[in-house]
C-alpha cells in the first residue's frame, strides 16, 4: 500500500478488513509502516533482524511493549534510563539521574539495577504552573521545539541538564495562538499507572 496517497491507504485498509471478515481468512502483512500495522492487525510481530521480539495486540504492544526496542519502534515514546531504588507496595522506583520517577507496577529487578522508565507522549500533561496535586510524578523545563499537527500539538521540553521529554495535547479549541509557546518554563507531570518500566 506505500505507493498510495495518505487518504487511499487508510479507506484501502479497512477495506482489507472487511474483506478478511467477510472471507474468514488469515492475512499476513509484512509492513514497515507501524500505523498500518496497528490499524489492519489483530495480532503483531515485531521483528529485529530476523528475531521476534514481541507477538501481542496493537493495544498490548503500544501499552506494554516488553523491550526499550519494541517501545521505540512502535509509536512515539518517551524514555529515560535510570537505576532502581526500591521495589514493593505495588511501586517501582527509579532515579534518572536525579529526576525521581514512581512507576504503579512492581518490576522483575532490585534496586541497583539499570533499568529505564517509558511514557507515551499523549499520557504527558503540559502546564505554565507547576501541578497542585504533588503525588504526581513531574518535569520541569523549557519548551524548546513544538510541533504542530492539526488534531494535536507535540510539545518538546529540555530541562537544565539537557535531557528532553515530549508532551502530546490534543487541539479540543480552535486557537490559532496557543497559551504555551517556545521558551516558557513548563511542568511536565503523569501518574504513576501511565508510565511503564523496562528492564530490556
Known amino acids: 500500500l506505500g505507493a498510495l496517497d495518505k487518504k487511499l491507504r487508510e479507506e484501502t485498509q479497512f477495506e482489507l478488513m472487511d474483506i478478511q471478515t467477510k472471507l474468514g481468512l488469515t492475512f499476513l502483512i509484512v509492513t514497515h509502516d507501524q500505523e498500518e500495522a496497528m490499524t489492519v492487525s489483530d495480532r503483531i510481530a515485531v521483528m529485529d533482524k530476523g528475531v521476534v521480539m514481541q507477538v501481542a495486540t496493537p493495544a498490548e504492544i503500544y501499552e506494554a511493549p516488553n523491550s526499550r526496542y519494541v517501545a521505540d519502534f512502535i509509536g512515539d515514546i518517551n524514555i529515560l534510563e535510570g537505576k532502581a531504588t526500591a521495589v514493593g507496595g505495588g511501586l517501582t522506583k527509579l532515579d534518572c539521574d536525579g529526576l525521581a ?24 500533561a503540559i502546564s505554565l504552573d507547576a501541578p497542585a496535586d504533588t503525588s504526581v510524578n513531574t518535569f520541569h523545563g523549557e519548551v524548546w ?8 500539538s507535540v510539545f518538546i521540553v529540555r530541562d537544565e ?3 528532553t521529554m515530549r508532551a502530546a495535547q490534543a487541539n479540543i479549541a480552535r486557537l490559532v495562538d496557543r497559551p504555551i509557546t517556545y521558551g516558557d518554563m513548563v511542568w511536565l507531570s503523569w501518574k504513576a499507572e501511565s508510565g511503564l518500566v523496562l528492564t530490556r
Open 145 to 152: 521545539d513544538i510541533g504542530y499537527l492539526g488534531d494535536f
Open 101 to 124: 520517577i514512581a512507576v504503579a507496577d512492581e518490576a522483575p529487578c532490585t534496586a541497583g539495577d539499570s533499568i529505564a522508565f517509558a511514557i507515551r507522549p499523549e499520557k504527558v
Open 161 to 163: 541538564n539537557g535531557r
